[in-house]
């Protein structure tokens, strides 16, 4: 069945350190790949996406390329900032689905200075 | 535009109340979605509409939810009578197409706390 894998957290990381939270899905067909972060006491905000093979999403320096051979979505940054402190989801679309997303279990990503 | 609007942001209830959490989407956006959120069960999804009407349920826990989308701007979710295990923050989300595929945009949140 189609599912979805995060790498577990939490993440600690130092000011400008970079950056990868892996994400594995399997499927029977070609998802559309997403990332939502969640801030304290806040709802999800979409992050970036992918639609196809090869595409790369990014956005405020984050970035995620569509592997369909690895079947994978890891979400990048460069240098991160303790703004970036979060939780961060991978959420595969799968088709059929009636545009349902399948949520990862969320990494928390603690940044410090 | 606002964003999708959910009310009220906290709720603190008895065991054995009715409550009633509301939420708005963003305007023109064709599906509704509710999540409840534990530290324990992570990110569910309870049910969700299309065009107002109910596609899948199937994440309702119990007979004790139920939901509801009169028009394109509202919807509810109620749950009678609350029990203290229904304390999550539950989030409404809606959603359009743009760029190649469906865009969910989540709300804020109402934090039910039921004692």
């Known amino acids: 069945g189609n599912s979805v894998t995060q790498m577990e957290g939490p993440v600690t990381l130092s000011e400008e350190a970079f950056l990868t939270i892996n994400c594995t899905y399997t499927?029977?067909?070609?998802?559309?790949l997403f990332w939502y972060v969640q801030y304290p006491g806040e709802g999800l905000q979409l992050l970036l996406k992918?639609?196809?093979?090869?595409d790369k999403g990014s956005n405020k320096g984050f970035e995620a390329t569509y592997r369909k051979e690895t079947t994978s979505f890891h979400l990048e940054k460069g240098s991160v900032q303790v703004s970036d402190s979060a939780v961060y989801f991978c959420a595969p679309m799968f088709s059929g689905g009636y545009n349902k997303l399948i949520f990862g279990a969320g990494t928390r990503l603690a940044v410090h200075p | 535009d606002a964003g999708v609007i959910q009310s009220p942001r906290h709720e603190v209830t008895e065991m054995g109340q009715e409550v009633t959490l509301r939420c708005k989407p963003i305007s023109g956006h064709d599906y509704l979605f509710w999540y409840r959120q534990t530290m324990m069960r992570g990110l569910e999804l309870l049910i969700y509409?299309?065009?107002?009407?109910?596609?899948?349920d199937s994440g309702m826990p119990e007979d004790r939810f139920s939901a509801k989308m009169p028009n394109a701007s509202f919807s509810t979710l109620k749950i009678q009578p609350s029990e203290p295990r229904d304390s999550a923050v539950y989030f409404c989300a809606s959603s359009f197409w743009r760029a190649r595929s469906y865009e969910q945009y989540f709300g804020p949140g109402t934090r039910l706390t039921v004692t």
């Open positions: 992918a639609t196809k093979a090869d």
């Open positions: 499927a029977t067909g070609y998802p559309s």
């Open positions: 509409f299309n065009n107002n009407v109910p596609i899948d």
